[in-house]
Every structure is written in C-alpha cells, then in structure tokens.
C-alpha cells in the first residue's frame, strides 16, 4: 500500500490566485514528519515546508502553508498567490518516526502545477 | 555553500557497462540516501546510510551497491548496467537534528542504450 498519496496528476491555476494541491499519508507511527517538495523544469528538489505530527498550528512559509488534518491524515500543500515560477512538480514526502535510528522519507507521485498568465 | 555534490549530471552506458555515481556532501550531515526517479513515479529509495560504515537497502536496491566510507562520501555503484536502470539519480543528506528535510544534489541522468 503506498504511504504516501497524490490524486492530482496534473493542476492548473491562474496567476495571483491559490491553489490547494492534496497529500494523504498513512502511518501507523505517532510521531512523524510531512514535507513538501518543489521540482522545476530545471530538475533539482526544493524543499518547501514541514509539518511534525505533535505541532498544532499549520506550518506557514511565506506563499506557502499546510493544511494539515491529523484525523483524514491528510497534508495539504496551499499556495497563495500563485506566481508563474511556481509551475512545477510537487511532491509530498513522509517521515516516519525513527525506524533504526534513521530517517527513511518516502515520497508521493507528485503533482505538475501549471501557472497560467 | 557547496551542499550535495552529485557527479556526473549526465552519463550514457552501454548494457552491461558499470559506472559509480559520486556524491559528497559538506554539511556533516550522518543520514545519506540515493533516490531513483522515473517519470510518474516520484522518488524510489534505493540505499540509505545512518552514518559512515553503515548502509542499508531500500525499495529498489538490485542492481547497485553503495558504500560510505567517510562521513562525506557516499557513492553508488551501478554494476552491469541495464535499459531499466535509465533514470535519474538524486542523491540526498540530512541532519540526525532537526526536522530532516532532505538536501539534494541536482541530480544525475543516466541513460542504458
């Protein structure tokens, strides 16, 4: 079973409006870590947020946020404003507590955003 | 801030050719992975190291063998080579601190004619 999920293949929005890309996770672990990550067309992997599984606010960087809902187990990347540099693929990752005393991230599909003008 | 150096960014191979993808990193970081990306299918872990002497397979290790001899180093090792390892290869680190976001090199394409 995949722990990490993507149902959005593929997102358009306009430019300077938001756009909500969608993550579900599934773990049996009670501590772990949501992250998000940003890949241009240019092919590098940017991190962009991170949400612990004990933190009650949603993170907030900047244009971005995450909703997270600890019950649906779900980790939604939001974007405000969206720019056009923002068109990429995005991908959700998890980390599940310590397993060995390491970190084991597992990644999702992804989603190709595309910003139109 | 050199991060994660991955070499090289770009290699062909002829099937049953072997190659070693090098990654080093400068942040002193003791968690090191290397991660396969095929188109549509995100990352796929292939080995992983919790620090120097130790590494351990992922989802996807046949056909590769890593090693991590120095805290800095951990390269990748492509024996044989095969179509179906035509992909792109990240390497990446973390902190045993933190959150553990992942650093990632840019990447290595890696194409077996």
């Known amino acids: 079973a995949q722990k990490i999920t993507q149902t959005q293949p593929g997102m358009f929005v306009q430019e300077k409006e938001a756009v909500t890309l969608d993550c579900t996770y599934d773990t049996s672990d009670q501590s772990y870590g949501l992250f998000w990550y940003k890949q241009p067309s240019s092919g590098e992997m940017i991190f962009l947020i991170y949400q612990g599984s004990y933190d009650e606010q949603n993170a907030t960087e900047g244009r971005y946020s995450l909703n997270f809902q600890k019950a649906r187990k779900s980790a939604n990347l939001v974007i405000s404003a969206s720019q056009l540099g923002d068109s990429a693929m995005y991908f959700c990752a998890m980390r599940e507590g310590r397993t060995g005393g390491s970190y084991i991230p597992t990644f999702g599909r992804g989603t190709s955003l595309i910003v139109h003008p | 801030n050199a991060g994660v150096t991955q070499t090289p960014k770009f290699r062909i191979l002829k099937i049953g050719q072997s190659m070693t993808l090098q990654c080093t990193q400068d942040m002193n970081h003791n968690y090191m992975y290397w991660y396969r990306q095929d188109p549509g299918m995100g990352l796929k872990l292939i080995y992983y190291?919790?620090?120097?002497?130790?590494?351990d397979k992922g989802e996807v290790p046949n056909g590769y063998n890593v090693s991590r001899s120095t805290t800095e180093d951990f390269p990748l090792r492509l024996e044989l080579a095969a179509p179906s390892q035509t992909s792109v290869y990240f390497c990446a680190s973390t902190s045993h601190v933190g959150p553990g976001e992942l650093f990632f090199g840019e990447g290595s394409r890696l194409t077996v004619l």
């Open positions: 190291s919790v620090g120097a002497g130790i590494t």
